[in-house]
């Protein structure tokens, strides 16, 4: 916003970029008024509100039918905070448990990540002959929309075979899945850091005897649901105000007004391991007795 003729616009309005910049971003961090990162950027700000009922909507998935309305009407400005009338934490449970099952079923469905793995490591493959992140100006990124990336992706000889197997969809395959709920596991240690995924990656492949290119470790460093910490629930923990006997409206914490987000509190996340489909029981094999036994669920998959 401030390197392109919006800040202009802007200006000439008697605005100021730079704030609206922060603001567009839920990092405005006004003191007197913090609702307003709340409504841009918390754990029911409006674009969860939106893509929560979208995305469940057109992927059939059948548990967005939440009232967000409901949830809008009765919110309010409490000590500067942005909190839910204590009459509505029902609905606000409904949207909570929605944006879980949302990561579960459409974020992190296996055949979903196995494609945005797929997508990467044709990024990586093309990185040096298309230099795709090689621009100059906003209006220069722009220009990188869907069409433009898979068509040179398609073209590029070095990730020419992984667009081919997308578009015929051969995928590669969950061999293994291992849901972890406590932070302490060793597992855990992969969810951060790319490096140990990578030496992983390495033993599986030699206990497989396969390539090291054809095992892949799917460990997000963002969680696979949303609540995988009590660390990470504290922004998400709108406070809900109720009313005292005079009338006052009185903060209490989401987490005392409903044990629902207590349980969301859990430590989860989940570890993946996807290879291609000629590979899958060895890299199965190997994988159960480097990480630990996991579940079953990897090997259901299609």
Same mark, same amino acid.
């Given at each position: 916003?401030?390197?392109?003729?919006?800040?202009?616009?802007?200006?000439?309005?008697?605005?100021?970029?730079?704030?609206?910049?922060?603001?567009?971003?839920?990092?405005?961090?006004?003191?007197?008024?913090?609702?307003?990162?709340?409504?841009?950027?918390?754990?029911?700000? /409006?674009?969860?509100?939106?893509?929560?009922?979208?995305?469940?909507?057109?992927?059939?998935?059948?548990?967005?039918?939440?009232?967000?309305?409901?949830?809008?009407?009765?919110?309010?400005?409490?000590?500067?905070?942005?909190? /839910?009338?204590?009459?509505?934490?029902?609905?606000?449970?409904?949207?909570?448990?929605?944006?879980?099952?949302?990561?579960?079923?459409?974020?992190?469905?296996?055949?979903?990540?196995?494609?945005?793995?797929?997508?990467?490591?044709?990024?990586?493959?093309?990185?040096?002959?298309?230099?795709?992140?090689?621009?100059?100006?906003?209006?220069?990124?722009?220009?990188?929309?869907?069409?433009?990336?898979?068509?040179?992706?398609?073209?590029?000889?070095?990730?020419?075979?992984?667009?081919?197997?997308?578009?015929?969809?051969? *995928?590669?395959?969950?061999?293994?899945?291992?849901?972890?709920?406590?932070?302490?596991?060793? *597992?855990?240690?992969?969810?951060?850091?790319?490096?140990?995924? #990578?030496?992983?990656?390495?033993?599986?492949?030699?206990? #497989?005897?396969?390539?090291?290119?054809?095992?892949?470790?799917?460990?997000?460093?963002?969680?696979?649901?949303?609540?995988?910490?009590?660390?990470?629930?504290?922004?998400?923990?709108?406070?809900?105000?109720?009313?005292?006997?005079?009338?006052?409206?009185?903060?209490?914490? *989401?987490?005392?007004?409903?044990?629902?987000?207590?349980?969301?509190?859990?430590?989860?996340?989940?570890?993946?391991?996807?290879?291609?489909?000629?590979?899958?029981?060895?890299?199965?094999?190997?994988?159960?007795?480097?990480?630990?036994?996991?579940?079953?669920?990897?090997?259901?998959?299609?």
């Amino acid at each position: 916003m401030n390197e392109t003729e919006i800040a202009q616009r802007l200006e000439s309005a008697d605005l100021n970029p730079k704030i609206l910049g922060r603001l567009a971003i839920g990092k405005l961090s006004d003191g007197k008024q913090p609702f307003l990162d709340q409504i841009i950027s918390s754990g029911v700000d /409006v674009d969860k509100m939106d893509y929560v009922v979208r995305d469940s909507f057109h992927t059939g998935a059948g548990y967005g039918s939440v009232d967000v309305h409901r949830l809008l009407y009765t919110m309010d400005i409490v000590e500067n905070k942005l909190s /839910v009338n204590g009459a509505a934490v029902a609905t606000l449970e409904s949207f909570l448990l929605a944006r879980f099952e949302s990561f579960r079923t459409i974020y992190f469905h296996k055949a979903s990540r196995a494609v945005q793995i797929m997508i990467v490591k044709a990024l990586e493959a093309a990185r040096d002959e298309l230099r795709l992140l090689d621009f100059d100006s906003p209006e220069d990124f722009l220009k990188l929309d869907d069409y433009k990336v898979w068509t040179e992706l398609k073209e590029c000889k070095k990730s020419r075979n992984i667009m081919k197997d997308l578009e015929t969809r051969r *995928l590669l395959k969950c061999a293994y899945e291992h849901t972890i709920f406590s932070p302490e596991e060793k *597992l855990s240690d992969m969810i951060s850091n790319e490096r140990v995924r #990578a030496d992983f990656e390495k033993e599986i492949a030699r206990k #497989a005897k396969i390539t090291g290119e054809d095992v892949f470790i799917d460990a997000p460093t963002l969680p696979s649901v949303p609540y995988h910490s009590s660390s990470d629930l504290q922004p998400m923990d709108i406070p809900v105000f109720k009313h005292s006997p005079q009338g006052k409206k009185e903060l209490v914490p *989401l987490s005392d007004a409903s044990r629902i987000v207590g349980v969301l509190q859990t430590f989860m996340n989940l570890v993946r391991v996807y290879t291609k489909k000629p590979y899958r029981s060895r890299v199965e094999t190997a994988s159960r007795q480097i990480l630990g036994e996991g579940s079953h669920s990897g090997k259901i998959s299609s």
